[in-house]
């Protein structure tokens, strides 16, 4: 287990593998990017959850496959206990249970390590600018209207109660004692998840599917 502190103006990443040498190789991949800055590496769920925890990073990267807890279970430890991470799933199987089973679990990416064009760097960006990354190798349908109801976070929901209430983001942020920016994204996250893309559409959405009560 391994951490090296953080890093101002960049975003901070946690790399979770079991397997020393892809760890090393994925590590290559997101430092050449300057914007990126890798910040500790695990090799198991415990070791994760515990340096995610330590060392606050931005965006979790964990291995979907590891002996132990699996990196599903990490993920829900991770986000129970850091509501306001980013945790992008890697794994070499394209089975869409599994994929569902990142989303349920609050991953906010699923991304194939044998992808010929695998894009790590910029999936991590986009991860963090709100963007539920799937990998274009995985061929099923992406969930229709309504179907990640379940699938928002405690904080999400949170934050969708407070767009219905008629909050601003500034309103909102100062409420829960988080950024703006932070604020921004969870909105962005919500409305990429219900397939809806203006407040007032969102608003009435959340309303008819019973996840705001109207004041």
Known sequence: MSGDGTADGRI????????ALVRRGFRRMLEDDPE??????????DEAVALSARLAPDVVVLDCAMPGDNGLIAARRILRDRPDAVVLMLSMHAEETLVR??????????????????????AVKRAVAGETV????LAFPEPRRGER???????????????????????IATELNL???????????IMNALDVHKTAELVAYAIRRGLVTPL
Not at 108 to 122: C, H, N, P, Q, T
Not at 149 to 171: F, H, K, N, Y
Not at 179 to 189: F, I, L
């Open 134 to 137: 799937l990998d274009r190798e």
């Open 101 to 122: 089973q990142a989303l349920d679990a609050g991953a906010r990416g699923y991304i194939l390590k044998s992808a010929l064009d695998l894009d790590l760097a910029g």
């Open 179 to 189: 950024s703006v920016n932070t604020v921004s994204v969870h909105r962005a996250n």
């Open 36 to 45: 990126i800055a890798v910040v500790g590496e695990g090799g198991t769920a």
């Open 149 to 171: 109801d379940s699938a928002l976070t405690p904080r999400e929901m949170q934050v969708l109660g407070l767009i219905c209430a008629g909050r601003s983001s500034r309103e």
């Open 12 to 19: 901070t990443v946690l790399l979770v593998d079991d397997h």
